[in-house]
């Protein structure tokens, strides 16, 4: 039996069938693609722009006017370390000059010291001849001239040298001098007649002239014994009978 339908039950059915046999297709636009690769395609077209642009910029660059500057610092800097070498240089001659200097002042100042006392020296040498030669000032007519004391070159050892001179009479005259030496010893006053420091039982020495006599002897000074002053005294018996004294700086003379 032929089963008549109608035309538009046919149809019908025939779009039911299709409606059951249709599929979902997600749709996916191509323009994020499109702009993704404009994107890498313009970094890499800057990239390439940017390293032709530096590379003509540095083509272009004067190297020859940048390394003569360059060797121009350098002869500058060569310059500067050198002059900075002669300026240590002159420091250090100045500084040894100056200390040099130093030294010289040093020692002037202790030949103006001798020159001065050895010129106080002289100028009592010449009151005391002028007030002992002067007429009438005095008749005692001998005089304790002028005394040299020398360093020698054993430890504290030195020369005594001392005239003696008669000035109005031709008589000859005896006696004797002696010598005591006053100082300091361990901060306290101190004094040695040359007899103690002779180790002897001489205590003086014998005088006999006429015009005048050179007394010398020499004598070693106990340690720490710092000596000040050296004090005469001459005892006259024979010709003429008198004492005469005299106080003396101890001055060393140069040898």
């Known amino acids: ?19 059951s046999d249709a ?5 996916r636009p191509v323009w994020p693609y499109v702009v993704i690769f404009i994107c890498i395609v313009l970094i890499f077209l800057g990239s390439w722009i940017g ?48 200390e ?17 006392d050895k010129l106080a020296a ?11 030669l002067k007429p009438g000032l005095d008749d005692k007519g001998i005089v304790l001239g002028v005394l040299e004391i020398k360093k020698l070159s054993k430890e504290r050892t030195f020369r005594i040298e001392l005239d003696v ?14 010598f005591i030496v006053g100082g300091h010893l361990n901060e306290r006053k101190e004094s ?5 420091l002779l180790a002897t039982e001489q205590s003086s020495f014998k005088l006999s002239f006429k015009n005048y006599q050179t007394v010398r002897s020499e004598v070693e000074l106990p340690d720490g014994f710092s000596p000040d002053q050296l004090s005469v005294n001459a ?12 106080i003396y700086d101890w001055i060393l003379q140069e040898s």
């Not at 599929?23 to 749709?27: F, L, P, S």
């Not at 003509?56 to 070498?85: A, C, T, W």
């Not at 001179?165 to 002696?178: A, D, F, H, T």
Request: no cysteine.
């Open 23 to 27: 599929k979902i297709v997600v749709h």
């Open 122 to 132: 002289l100028e009592s040498e010449i009151t005391y001849y002028k007030r002992v």
């Open 51 to 98: 390293y032709q642009y530096g590379h003509s910029r540095y083509e272009h660059l004067p190297v020859q006017d940048i390394m003569d500057e360059r060797k121009f610092l350098v002869r500058k800097n060569k310059g500067l370390l050198k002059k900075v070498d002669d300026l240590n240089a002159k420091v250090s001659n100045l500084e040894k000059a100056l």
């Open 1 to 19: 039996m032929v089963n008549a339908l109608h035309p538009r039950e046919r149809r019908r059915r025939s779009s039911g069938r299709r409606h």
């Open 192 to 196: 040695f007649t040359f007899g103690e």
């Open 165 to 178: 001179l008669q000035v109005n009479s031709m008589k000859k005259v005896k006696g004797r001098i002696e």
């Open 100 to 116: 040099v200097n130093e030294h010289a002042r040093s020692r002037l100042q202790q030949e103006f010291k001798q020159y001065y």
């Open 235 to 246: 005892h006259f018996v024979s010709g003429k009978k008198l004492k005469v004294s005299r």
